[in-house]
């Protein structure tokens, strides 16, 4: 992929902030597997497992994390 799409990692809310580590993981997920029909293919495997639910559940929340470190924890000084 060679469009250019995360500018910063700055967000004005944690909303956003959280909005933007989903689209990470997102996006991660479509980097490591670009086959859009393969990745139709496993959702149902995914999509009904707890275990893989709560997997995707810390992709998310460790994206956040950066995220947050990254907007210093929406402090204001």
């Not at 670009?34 to 998310?60: C, F, M, Q």
């Amino acid at each position: 992929m060679t469009d250019v799409w995360l500018q910063s990692l700055i967000t004005a809310t944690p909303q956003e902030g959280f909005e933007l580590a989903i689209t990470l993981s997102r996006r991660g997920v479509k980097y490591t597997q670009p086959d859009t029909e393969v990745l139709k293919k496993l959702r149902p495997e995914y999509a009904n497992s707890a275990g893989e639910l709560t997997a995707a559940s810390h992709v998310i929340a460790v994206n956040f994390q950066t995220v947050a470190v990254a907007n210093n924890y929406w402090r204001k000084s």
